[in-house]
Every structure is written in C-alpha cells, then in structure tokens.
Nanobody, 121 residues
Framework: QVQLVESGGGLVQAGGSLRLSCAAS????????MGWFRQAPGKEREVVAV??????SVADSVKGRFTISRDNAKNTVSLQMNSLKPEDTAVYYC????????????????WGQGTQVTVSS
C-alpha cells in the first residue's frame, strides 16, 4: 500500500507561481511511476505531468510552465508551476503507479486526496 499526501495548493494571481509537493509512504517509492493530475469543476480529471526512471512527460497545456521532479531519498514528488493562468484552476492530485511508465488515469493505483489551486485573473 502507498499513501500519498499533497500540499502546497492555494490562491495565486495570474502569472504567479506555486509549488506542489506530495509525500509518499512505502519502501519501494523509487520503483513507481508518479504523476500529477488535475480536475476542474465540471471537467474530467486530466494528466498534467508524469515522472519515471527514464524521464518526464508533461501535458501540452502546461509545457514550458510546469516541471515535475522527485526526490527518492525523501519519498517526495513535486510540481513547480510557473506563469499560472486562470484555466489552471483545479484540484490537483498526486498519484502512483506500479507500472514503470504510466500516462493514463486508469494506470495509476494510488491517489492522494488532492489540493486546491486557484488562479485569479
């Protein structure tokens, strides 16, 4: 079992930055693919960025603005969000997959409770 706890959400003005963090339990953290997802009101949950042993991938909508990273020694994964836009407003979720690489929601086995990010115009 893996437990995930997100932190770092909040209210920020457009153009600002936030850094989300996710703390994971479990001794095999380094073997999991990790991802950040988001869900805006009335919309489906979507992938934002993923990271695994071979590298990272980010959604086109956040490319050049968001960066995902992980610290396997601390069992954490982070999402640095710069140049935030009102359309980035959503609940952001951290997730873990037992697969070596995972992009789609159904490939993720464990989910955090989410953290709200609100970007004002």
């Amino acid at each position: 079992q893996v437990q995930l706890v997100e932190s770092g959400g909040g209210l920020v003005q457009a153009g600002g930055s936030l850094r989300l963090s996710c703390a994971a339990s479990g001794r095999t953290f380094s073997s999991y693919a990790m991802g950040w997802f988001r869900q805006a009101p009335g919309k489906e949950r979507e992938v934002v960025a993923v990271i695994n042993r071979s590298g990272t991938s980010v959604a086109d909508s956040v490319k050049g603005r968001f960066t995902i990273s992980r610290d396997n020694a601390k069992n954490t994964v982070s999402l640095q969000m710069n140049s935030l836009k009102p359309e980035d407003t959503a609940v952001y979720y951290c997730a873990a997959s037992t697969q070596s690489f995972a992009w789609k929601l159904y490939e993720y086995n464990y989910w955090g409770q989410g953290t709200q990010v609100t970007v004002s115009s």
